[in-house]
Nanobody
């Protein structure tokens, strides 16, 4: 299973950006899809996640500004980021809990490669 994140770039403060994360490979089901980020000189932190029934949860710093959604038919997660601030500058990583075998009910967490988001004027 591979996760490919895309959509990062340079955006001005107050602007918006949407990240995508598409999963490919041996996929028999996807449970939670999540996003993490790591800013310069900081620890990696959890941003938020979306469960199969579309329930979402967000970290306090991004609540009411970021929205996570999913397209199950495309095995893709999205992170819509609005009202971006300089402190949102980070490498953003997606995660998915994937069932990758038809012989097992086990779900394993996979990580994307990360995409850079820079918020600067």
């Amino acid at each position: 299973v591979q996760l490919q994140a895309s959509g990062g770039g340079l955006v001005q403060p107050g602007g918006s950006l949407t990240l995508s994360c598409a999963a490919s490979g041996s996929i028999f089901g996807i449970n939670t899809m999540g996003w993490y980020r790591q800013g310069p000189g900081k620890q990696r932190e959890w941003v938020g996640h979306i469960r199969p029934g579309d329930s979402t949860k967000y970290a306090d710093p991004v609540k009411d500004r970021f929205t996570i959604s999913r397209d199950n038919a495309k095995n893709t997660a999205y992170l819509q980021m609005n009202s971006l601030k300089s402190e949102d500058t980070a490498i953003y990583y997606c995660t998915m809990d994937v069932r990758s075998s038809s012989d097992s009910d086990k779900y394993s967490r996979f990580w994307g490669q990360g995409t850079q988001v820079t918020v600067s004027s």
